[in-house]
């Protein structure tokens, strides 16, 4: 192995098990995203469409020195689970089946849906645990009842054992897909296990459904991703019981659409010492999604998830000069006709060489869960990996895939997606036990120039 260009880890690397037996993949929220998720997955199970977008299933990651153009798909490295071991379950407030779901969330062609009809129609959901409290532009009746927070984190794990058992799963892992919740800040109630058992019986208020199904995915010893932006499994006592329980969690806010682009474009600007003095971001979407931002509460967390991106990426406390005066707005309207087709607007403005201004625009026209779609797969199949690895606790190397990424606490967040990116793949090398990539490269040179 040559120092120069890589380095391994192998004392805290645990040999990962094999991806036996069948995986079930639990969603809370079976709206736009989980099922186009959920159809895409059985369409590429029958050659229908291929997962495009997904890492885990057409990713390639290099080993060794590029000389050695060694490239394998993720999968060919990696023991992922099989598309065909899957089996999805999932919770929501309606009662829909995946097919009817899937058509009343417009993102896929009728004509694809009929091809695998039979497959989604066999999905029904499980009632939820909801309060409208957290979102109040829904109202569906598909819910569960009980006493007390306690009794219903109950109920739902009562759902996960018997999942697993009907559906004869050997793991489980949960990607929340549900609507975003109202935001709220973290309270005491959240600071400890013990405080947040006690607020379940009591019924704390600031107890929202998806810290509960989170509460229950990590009791039952099934990993947990949150893919909206709410708190749900990034308070310390779900930390602490995640640590506790040997449970790998990740969040949150699914990168997609306008953030994905922010953190592809502004590492760049930065990456060339250009400055930025600002950067408006506007959209419009009619979707579901769109239907719950449109109350003040609910854009209130999508906006600070949002707006946290380019400070980190740009740093201006680091660097008053090129972004000191940097000033972000966001701003998201729901507007019926557009559907899942969210349109965004992008006004950068940024200056050059002895600070002559230059503008960029941005118009993408984008499909909001087709982006989403395979994050929530490769989610799922990368904290089903991680699990088999020993690894619990947060998972940080998927910051990739979270506009709001999960860290230990007072560790910043990396946003800028080629170095997530490098943490991803470095990380599966590390399961793998392969030997990590620096990008150095400088002994190929020598080696190459000494072969002249
Ligand atoms: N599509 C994207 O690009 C994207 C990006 C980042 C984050 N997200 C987040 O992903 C989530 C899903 O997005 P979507 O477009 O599918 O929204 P959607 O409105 O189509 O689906 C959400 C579903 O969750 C259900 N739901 C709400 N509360 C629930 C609960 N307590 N238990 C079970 N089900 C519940 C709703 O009934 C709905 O069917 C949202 O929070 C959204 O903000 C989406």
């Known amino acids: 192995m040559d120092q120069n260009t890589s380095f391994s880890l192998p004392s805290s690397r645990s040999p990962v098990t094999a991806a036996t037996g069948k995986l079930g993949v639990l969603i809370p929220g079976l709206g736009a995203v989980g099922t186009t998720m959920i159809a895409g997955v059985e369409a590429a199970k029958q050659g229908l469409a291929a997962p495009v977008g997904s890492l885990t299933q057409m990713g ?7 000389t050695e153009n060694r490239n394998p798909l993720i999968k060919d490295l990696a023991p992922i689970a099989e ?13 829909d089946n995946v097919y009817q779901a899937a058509i009343v969330a417009k993102v896929l062609d009728q004509s694809m849906l009929e091809k695998v009809r039979p497959e989604l129609e066999r999905i029904k ?7 409208k409290e957290y979102v109040r532009n829904l109202d569906g ?12 984190a109950e109920q739902l794990m009562e759902d996960i054992r018997s999942f697993k058992e009907s559906n004869g799963c050997e793991r489980l892992v949960m990607v929340w897909c549900g609507s975003t919740e109202k ?26 459904p998806s810290l509960i ?9 099934v990993p947990f991703a949150n893919g909206a932006p709410n708190l749900s499994c990034d308070v310390p006592a779900m930390v602490e019981l995640a640590k506790r329980r040997g449970v790998a969690i990740a969040g949150k806010d699914f990168k997609t659409g306008q953030t994905l682009m922010k953190t592809i474009l502004a590492p760049g600007f930065e990456a060339r010492a250009l400055g930025v003095k600002g950067w408006f971001s506007t959209n419009i979407l009619g979707n579901r999604d769109g239907l719950v931002l449109d109350d003040p509460e609910n854009f209130k967390t999508k906006e600070v998830s949002k707006l946290s991106v380019l400070e980190q990426v740009l740093k201006p406390d680091v660097n008053p000069e090129l972004y000191g005066d940097l000033y972000h707005k966001v701003r998201i309207n729901y507007y019926p006709p557009h559907g899942d087709n969210k349109e965004s607007w992008d006004n ?18 984008c499909r909001d869960s087709i982006l989403a779609a395979p994050i929530v797969l490769d989610l799922a199949l990368f904290l089903d990996l991680a699990q088999r690895a020993g690894m619990s606790g947060i998972q940080e190397w998927l910051s990739f895939y979270f ?12 946003h800028d997606l080629f170095k997530q990116l490098i943490k991803l793949q470095n990380t599966v090398r590390h399961i793998m036990g392969e030997d990590l990539i620096t990008h150095l490269g400088l002994d190929y040179y020598q080696e190459l120039v000494e072969a002249l």
């Open 83 to 95: 598309l065909d071991d899957i089996v999805f379950g999932g919770w929501d407030i309606y009662e």
């Open 60 to 66: 390639r990651i290099r080993l060794g020195k590029r």
């Open 213 to 221: 199904y989170a509460y229950a995915a990590i009791m039952s010893g």
């Open 141 to 152: 009746k598909h819910i569960k009842q009980g006493a007390t927070k306690a009794d219903l």
């Open 125 to 131: 959901p499980m009632t939820a645990v909801f309060d």
């Open 348 to 365: 950068i403005d940024i200056f050059g060489w002895m600070g002559y201004p230059m503008q960029i625009k941005v118009n993408f026209l």
């Open 403 to 414: 506009k709001s990424p999960q860290t230990a606490p007072g560790l910043p967040p990396e």
């Open 183 to 208: 935001y709220i800040e973290q309270a005491p109630v959240h600071a400890t296990i013990e405080a947040f058992e006690e607020g379940l019986r009591n019924n704390d208020p600031l107890i929202a």
